[in-house]
């Protein structure tokens, strides 16, 4: 079979990807992109919305301005980028690893690389994932299928919708929809507190008086040919009281209920995975646990804000980039882990030594919440006042260097 | 005195605003940044939001160039630009910053393309090349 050698192969040619590999040609590695689609760009090239770079380029741009910008990076560099080719399998080979490509124009081949950078992205949580009965009828879509539909191949997938999970996507889409003539009945969010950024409650809901039901359950999706309306009904002690449900009548029913990191290959090959993330376990070098292995972007954790996947996607790269000339200080000796009122730290190891650089997400709302972080004696290492906390907001920290081998950090309500 | 609470739509952070109105003046509070003053102010006098829509591309395939509004547009005149450019359709090659539609309605801003797209297979990338050489 057919091979190729390079330092190092990134998987996926989205922000995370692009923003990797840029760093890693920087640094002189010879680099190369392996991404499934016909270009790169991943999931921002189908949202065309503005909000995208605020801290990273320091201006705001669309989603595919955003790719534009890291993809213009590329090309005075060396970095090889092959579209249309997919990564179906990472194995070992003395010290290296051996992917298998498979490739549109190519066929199939094995890429030889030092290192690998994982930046897959994630997929969609769909219906059967929350277990929501009813018909199986058409016009059901996952947001983010809806999105790629109308953004970038200009269909609509209906008249009249109501969009179950109030998170960024959900509320973007609520917008796109209104936008393109489509009528948004509400957004059902199971949850009491909205799942997206504040700003887009703003600028996609209250802007066209879009009824938001909290603390609300879709209990049937009804129609035989095509969705005819869904039954919604309010949680009472976690359960949906059925007295007080009600049908609202529409012909399309979108799902926005979350993205899981897309890591089939990275399991097969052996990498631990975190079970609250679903992305691989790694240490402050963004190393799983395959030496030689890096991951960042939303197939680490999913991110709320681009510009947090390319600062990890550089960080990440700059561990492949000090692997390859051997200068990797690997000597994380540390675990810390996520107690009451946190629900993830990434990553999950450090060097006790140095302290380190953390993302973390909160289990609550509070417009005010104290962080602190203990050491395995009960003493407090640090602690710090954080504002507007909710679960949809990724905050981030930094430890000083600890005299012990593990931290705990827990978030208090203010 | 009216008070209006609005949250600031400039950055991530989306600063909850208190937007007091009396009679001519208006204050803001509880802004992070002076965008959040500034949005807080122009939310009462003359609400703007930056426009995104995709626009068909005139090709065998069907696909859509991303396009915004140069600069925020006024709320009001947002329908009419939206129902023009979901109806309407442009020739290939498209550059990032080509102007779709030029002054729309009089306003002095411009609806421009917000992506690129030199023929619809999309890709302007260098694509690898596997060389004989290089197969080991
Ligand atoms: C709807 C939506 C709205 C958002 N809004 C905002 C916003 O307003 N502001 C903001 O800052 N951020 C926003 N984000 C977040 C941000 O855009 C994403 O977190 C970021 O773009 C993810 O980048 P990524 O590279 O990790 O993943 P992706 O963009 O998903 O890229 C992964 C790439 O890997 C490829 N791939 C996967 N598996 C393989 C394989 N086996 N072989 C080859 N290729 C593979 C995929 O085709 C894809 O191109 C939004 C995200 C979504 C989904
Ligand atoms: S006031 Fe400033 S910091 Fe607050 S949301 Fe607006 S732009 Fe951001």
Redesign the pocket.
Known sequence: MKRIEFDTAV???????LSAAAKCAENDLKTVI????NR?????N??I?S???VHYFQTELT?PEYALRLADKLKSSDVEIMLG????AIAENNGKYDLTVYSKTHGVFIITTRTVIL????RERCRGNIGIPGERCAGVFNA?FA?QLINTEGYLPGSKAVIVGSG??GL?MARRLTWSGVKVECVVEIMPYPAGLSRNIAQCLEDFSIPLHLAHTVTEICGRERVEGVKIAPLVNGEPDLQQEKFIACDTVLFSVG?VP?NE?ARLCGIELDPVTKGAKVDGNLMTSKAGIFA????LH??????F?SQEAERAAVSAVRLCKGTLNAADDANICAAEGVRYVVPQKFSSACGGKFFMRSTFVADTAQLTVKNINGEVIFSKKLHYVKPAEMLTFELPPINSIGAIATLEKL | MKKIEKICINC?AGCHLEIAVDDNKISVSGNRCPKGKSYGESEITDPRRTVTAAVLVKSDKRCCIPVKSSAPLPVKLIPALLKKLYSMTVGLPIRHGDVIIKNFSGTAIDIIAAGEMLNSDFPSEKNLQLSETELI
Do not use: K, W, Y
Request: net charge negative.
């Open positions: 998987i996926g040619g989205g922000a995370a990807g392996i991404e499934r689609e790169t760009g991943g999931v921002l189908q949202c919305h909000g995208f770079g989603g080719a997919s990564v179906t930046a897959m992205g994630c983010g999105q960024d996507i973007i993205l897309e290959i960042c972007g939303n197939v999913v991110h709320d804000l681009v510009d996947v | 991530p």
